[in-house]
């Protein structure tokens, strides 16, 4: 449901049919967080374990994380 990749036992995913800003989830066993793509930045939540291996990945990754929320949102492309 969602998943775009997982890094060990934290979960990055992008929801269909979600709200604005265009964002996605990191899910870890201790702590969530709703992060924005344009920016980046965590909107709600924290990201506890891990954090700069997943910011690479996000920064590495980003076209991927934007082309996913554009396919499984289309009301609210990012251009």
Do not use: C
């Amino acid at each position: 449901m969602g998943k775009l990749f997982q890094i060990g036992n934290i979960i990055i995913r992008v929801y269909a049919n979600d709200h604005l800003p265009p964002h996605f989830h990191i899910v870890a066993p201790d702590s969530q967080a709703l992060v924005e793509i344009e920016t980046q930045r965590v909107l709600k939540g924290s990201i506890k374990s891990n954090r700069k291996e997943i910011e690479a990945w996000v920064s590495a990754n980003i076209e991927t994380i934007k082309a996913e929320w554009n396919r499984i949102n289309p009301r609210f492309p990012i251009e």
